[in-house]
Every structure is written in structure tokens, then in C-alpha cells.
């Protein structure tokens, strides 16, 4: 089998920087919520823990909406559900703005605007990994080193905002600048694998037009793997040690902001801070992308590695209460649990076959929306109690290492390093089957 002709060249760079301004958009707003966080709890009676459910119940709305937006980009188009995405999250932010008690917020901000990113998210970090092959682990990294671009952007247009407009103003204005999201989906197009009508030449040099049950076909695979994922167990423990790892990392952009404030280290300060991770981001994802495309480490060791160093430092930062250490720690959270989504792709397809991703991605958002409903909400709650966010980094820095653990388990126990020649004949042996189901469909008759 060889590569796919369009991999790695031509229109897939066009894909990468359409994904890149999309990605950007989508995390650079998602992190940025603890701005608005502590904004809320300035201006607002709203506890810690019932300000923190409006942005885990969107992260929630998100990830469900995740396995529905796969399924509506295989049957339609990953262009016209990016675009459907970005008309929702600008509904969801003006909407948010008109309306006066935060509590409505669970409504325009976490369902709305959740549908929206749930609709946007999921395709644009699925898709770039049909339009590379040889270079997959550094495109992921360039698509997500964008989640950087946002984090360093986003958290100083918020404050302007907020400090120029109020939180009204703001909320109109950003509602706006999720628009672009429609102009960046505009520029994608559906990989092959999932067109109806894609053309090849006979014998005769005419060309003729696949069926369009070929979408059909790939349509009915998509519904059937989910089952085959879930009966994986290396994927069942390394989505474990995805959604320990995602709970602490949310938790992250909506409690530092906080309890920088709470040591008095002023909002230009918070900002310029929370911002370094994004600028650390940047670099970061692209280099670990490349680091991993050298093979020297499985990609699961470095994720097991990122995360030790990531919850030993989250452990040390209560205990030293000093303004120097909060600099470096957000140098370490853009570096090592930074990178994490940077490697979450290729460390699925160390597990599963890559005509599973979509289902295996979607699987996985959904555990990941179940621990940070309930687990975000939780530690604002302990903060609400104990009003003191130092038990919140003890916690979450345990659960780092514990995700650590789980990843070395899976990457000692199992053995994941298939070689490439293994890849190439299971992906021969699924086309054959898939040409054979198709062409028992064109004896039959079906158009």
C-alpha cells in the first residue's frame, strides 16, 4: 500500500493553517474563561464553586456534542459543521452579554456556546491527522502549538476588554471574534476516505465516479467502532490517564488566575503570568511533536515523563508561596502538561487503528467531559470551604502523577511499538475488506 497521494503536501498545509486559526480561536477562549472567572467573583455574590460549573458544564456541553459533530462531519462535511460551530459560539457569547444575572449563564454560555465549541473542536483536531502521514506528530503539534498563540493572546484581549467595556461590552465584542471562526472552516475540505464522490481512472484512462455508497460504507464503519475501541484495554487506560491529566489542566486556567489575586500580585501582573503558559505553548507542542517523530522515547513515555515533572511542580507551589516560583510554574504547565494534546492523537494510534480515531477521539472527550463536570466544580467548592486554593494544587498535582503511573503501566505492560510494515498490512487488510464489502454492494446493485 502506499501513501495516500494528497498526505503531507499541497492542500494539506492549506488544512494545517485553517485548523492552526481555528484551534487558536477554540482554546484560546476555552482558557482564557478564568479571566472572566475572576471577574465574576469580583463583581458578582457567585461562589467559586457555582461560577466554576458554568465553564465545566460548557466543557461538558462540548464533549458530548463531540461524537454528534464526527458523526454530522462523516455524513456531511467537516467544513459546513465548523462553520455551524462558530455561528453558535457567537450566539452563545452576545447572548451572554444581554443578559444581566449570571445564573442565565448556564443557558447562553454553557449550553449554547458549549454546542458551539462541541460542534468546532472536535473536527478541527481530527481532521488534520487524514491530511498527514510521515509528518502527523509535528502537524498535530504545529495545529495545537496554536492553543499557545491563544493562551498568550486571549488572556490580555479579555482584560482590555473587560477593563474598557465591562463585562457586557466585552462579551458582545467576543462574540464577534468567534465569527472568524466560519472564515478559517471555510478553507477545509473533506478527506477522501469520506467522499461520496471521489473519481478514479479505468483501464480505459475515462474516469468514473466511486458510488456514493462508499460514504455510506464509511459511515456504518464509524458506527460500529466504537464498540471495537471500547473493548480495547490499552485505550481504556490511557483515556484514565487522559481525563486525570485533563481535569488538572483545565483546572489550572480556572484557578491560577484566582490565586494569583488572592496573593495580592496585582491583574497586570495575573495576566502577564497566565500568559506566559500560552507563550511556552508555542514552542512547545511544535518541538514535542518533532521530539516524538524521532522515536528515540514511545510517545507514552513522554507523556508519563511531562507528567511527573508537571505534578511534582504542582505539588511545590503551596509550599513555597513566592512570586518568582508562580513565573516558573507557568513556564512548566506550557512545556510539559502543555504538550499533552500535542501528543493525545498519536498516542490513540499507538492503540487503535487510525479508521478508529474519530469514534476513539470522540470516546475519550466524553470521559474527559464527565471528570471535569464534576471535578472543576469540586475544587472551587473546597476553595468555598476551606478559602484557600492551596488544597486545590495539592490535589491536582496528585492526580498528574497518577496519570503518570497509568501511562507507564500501559507503556511497560503493553506492547504498543508496532513497526511500520505491522501498520501497513492491518491498513491493507481493512482497505481489502472495505473494496470487498463495497464491490458485493455494486453486484447487488446499490447506487
Known amino acids: 500500500m502506499t501513501q495516500r497521494s494528497y498526505a503531507d503536501h499541497g492542500y494539506a498545509w492549506v488544512i494545517l493553517g485553517a485548523c492552526f486559526f481555528m484551534y487558536m480561536l477554540l482554546l484560546g477562549s476555552i482558557k482564557s474563561f478564568g479571566i472572566l472567572y475572576s471577574e465574576i467573583l469580583l463583581t458578582t455574590d457567585n461562589g467559586a464553586g457555582s461560577t466554576a460549573l458554568i465553564g465545566s458544564s460548557a466543557g461538558f456541553i462540548q464533549s458530548l456534542t463531540g461524537p454528534f459533530s464526527i458523526f454530522l462531519a462523516v455524513r456531511f462535511s467537516f467544513r459546513s459543521v465548523c462553520l455551524l460551530g462558530g455561528v453558535f459560539l457567537c450566539l452563545g457569547y452576545v447572548t451572554s452579554a444581554l443578559i444581566h444575572n449570571v445564573l442565565y449563564w448556564y ?41 499557545g498563540v491563544g493562551g498568550f493572546l486571549f488572556p490580555h484581549i479579555y482584560r482590555f476588554l473587560l477593563d474598557r467595556y465591562a463585562l457586557s461590552g466585552a462579551m458582545i465584542i467576543l462574540g464577534g471574534v468567534m465569527l472568524n471562526i466560519c472564515v478559517a472552516a471555510s478553507f477545509l475540505r473533506q478527506p477522501l476516505e469520506f467522499t461520496g464522490s471521489q473519481s478514479s481512472t479505468n483501464k480505459t484512462g475515462k474516469s468514473q465516479e466511486v458510488p456514493k455508497t462508499c460514504r455510506e460504507l464509511v459511515f456504518r464503519k464509524f458506527c460500529v467502532c466504537g464498540s471495537d475501541v471500547l473493548r480495547d484495554l490499552r485505550f481504556l487506560f490511557i483515556s484514565m490517564a487522559f481525563c486525570l491529566t485533563a481535569l488538572s489542566y483545565s483546572a489550572y486556567f480556572y484557578t491560577f488566575p484566582s490565586f494569583l489575586e488572592s496573593e ?93 480515531l474519530p469514534s476513539a477521539f470522540a470516546i475519550i472527550t466524553i470521559f474527559i467531559a464527565v471528570f471535569s463536570l464534576l471535578g472543576i466544580p469540586c475544587l472551587g467548592w473546597i476553595e468555598d470551604l476551606t478559602k484557600s486554593w492551596d488544597n486545590v494544587f495539592f490535589i491536582t498535582g496528585v492526580l498528574q502523577l497518577l496519570a503518570a503511573m497509568v501511562a507507564f503501566s500501559v507503556s511497560r505492560c503493553f ?26 454492494e455494486k453486484e447487488a446493485g446499490i447506487e
Open 264 to 356: 495580592n500580585v496585582g491583574k497586570s501582573t495575573t495576566v502577564f503570568i497566565f500568559s506566559l503558559t500560552g507563550v511556552c505553548e508555542i514552542f512547545a507542542r511544535v518541538a514535542m511533536g518533532w521530539f516524538t517523530d524521532l522515536r528515540i522515547l514511545s510517545p507514552t513515555c513522554i507523556y508519563g515523563i511531562c507528567m511527573v515533572v508537571s505534578g511534582v511542580a504542582t505539588l511545590a507551589v503551596p509550599l513555597l508561596h513566592q512570586t518568582t516560583i508562580y513565573y516558573i510554574y507557568a513556564v512548566i504547565v506550557g512545556i510539559f502538561p502543555g504538550s499533552f494534546y500535542a501528543l493525545m492523537s498519536v498516542i490513540i494510534l499507538e492503540t487503535i487503528a487510525l479508521k478508529n
Open 107 to 147: 443557558l447562553t454560555y454553557s449550553v449554547i456556546a458549549g454546542f458551539g465549541y462541541g460542534l468546532a473542536y472536535v473536527p478541527c483536531t481530527t481532521l488534520i491527522n487524514y491530511y498527514f502521514e510521515r509528518n502527523r506528530a509535528l502537524a498535530n503539534g504545529i495545529v495545537l502549538s496554536a492553543s
Open 415 to 440: 506492547d504498543t511499538n508496532t513497526s511500520d510494515n505491522d501498520i501497513v498490512i492491518e491498513q491493507g487488510k481493512a482497505e481489502a475488506a472495505d473494496d470487498k464489502l463495497l464491490g458485493g
